[in-house]
Each structure stands twice: as C-alpha cells, then as structure tokens.
C-alpha cells in the first residue's frame, strides 16, 4: 500500500514542479523531519541533487517525500513511511505501467523510490539508499 502512496506522491511532485505559484523547497533537515515524522531519510549519493522536500499525508500517517534529480534516472521520488509494522526488507521491485518502484524497509520506516527507467538499476540504486541506514 505505500508503495502506491510512494507513486501518488511522485505524480503529485512532478505537478508541482511545474507550477511557478508553488516553489520547490530544495534544503531540508533530516534531524527536524526524524523529530516530527519519526522517520529517518537514507544519506543520498553526492551526485544527486534534491530539488523538493515535502511532509505529505498517507494511510499510514505523515510520510516525507524527497524529489531528486539524477543524471542515471532523471527526476526520482524517495518516499519514506511508519507503515505500522515491523520488518526488514530488502529493495524489491515493483513495476508499473509508467514508473518504477524500489522499495524497501528497514524497522520502523519504509521507503519507495520511484522514476521512470529500467527497474533494474533502480533497485542497485535502492540497495546503496538502504546500506547507508545500516
């Protein structure tokens, strides 16, 4: 189920971006959303560059959305979650008509990372996200 919130949020993203009434708030930190949200955001690789940061709702409570640029995938979406349960998963794939998710969970919080692209890489790129939280 977070893994379709995860896609909501990367259209809603996206739609952002586009419109000029709505900034994007590229600086963010990561210790006042862990205080907030409870939820603790995976270090990125040096080459991304985090364009949005928002605090959005979900069925599971407040989530965080993170739209970043990369050159491998173009715009991806990191959505992390409390999904209410307890459990470590490794990144899996999940694939879809228009975009691609890896998601993943570590304890408390999982994670989704969504772009458009070979699933594949995808994955690689979400197991670096998950080591970092190790």
Known sequence: AYVEDARRAH????????MVSQPEVPDYDPVELRAATGIVMPELPAEW???????FPSRFGPS?????A????????L?????GTFDVVRPTIAG???TSAAFFQIGE???ALVASGDARKLDGAAERLAN???
């Open 96 to 98: 879809g008509s228009d």
């Open 11 to 18: 259209v809603t993203s996206a739609l952002r971006a586009t």
């Open 79 to 83: 959505f992390a979650v409390r999904p």
């Open 49 to 55: 560059v985090v364009r949005d940061v928002q605090v």
């Open 70 to 77: 990369t050159e491998t995938f173009g715009l991806v979406s």
């Open 64 to 68: 965080v959305e993170m739209a970043i």
């Open 109 to 111: 919080v999982a994670y």
């Open 132 to 134: 970092t939280l190790y």
